[in-house]
């Protein structure tokens, strides 16, 4: 039996880097986005929580610039140029809002970062792979913790 034919070739691989460069130039986008809204957050909440959810917001920064800063580094090692555009930040302005905002952010990102290793997995990256996996575990934790504080917020 002959064996298949291998597609793409030089011009595959190419097509298929620049897939996988625009992937994770939206992750990026997400993760500029993320440390935008968790200073602007932290900042803007108020009430006898303040100091709780200001620090809650604020502890979160350093782990989204980690992920930023990874996900610029492989672009770059790609061949690409990684996006200085942040996604645009919901509007929230109670605390309850911005909880809810912050909670929908990690679901997508929970969501875009599971499918994204599937995709480095295709693309034969294991290193990429298994990073994008941790980022999985870290957004997993931001959503829970989120999921808790607003499970019993007085609406
Ligand atoms: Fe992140
Ligand atoms: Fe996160």
Redesign the pocket.
């Known amino acids: 039996m002959a064996t298949k034919k291998k597609r793409g070739g030089r011009a595959g691989a190419a097509s298929r880097n620049a897939r996988m460069i625009a992937a994770l130039n939206e992750d990026l986008a997400g993760e500029l986005g ?1 440390i935008i809204q968790y200073t602007t957050y932290a900042a803007k909440v108020t009430g006898p929580f303040r100091p709780q959810l200001t620090q809650f917001f604020g502890s ?1 920064i350093p ?2 610039t980690g ?1 930023a800063q990874y996900l610029a580094n492989k672009i770059v090692a790609l061949g690409g140029e990684p996006t200085t555009v942040p996604r645009p930040v919901p509007e929230a302005h109670t605390n309850r809002e911005m909880l809810v905002a912050v909670l929908e ?2 679901r997508r ?1 929970r969501a875009d970062y599971t499918k994204r290793a599937k995709q480095a997995e295709a693309f034969g990256d294991k290193g990429l792979q298994v990073q994008l996996e941790n980022i999985v575990a ?2 997993s934790g ?2 829970e913790d989120t999921e808790r504080i607003l499970r019993d917020w007085p609406v």
């Open positions: 993320a979160e782990e989204e992920h952010a990690e990102a870290d957004e931001h959503f």
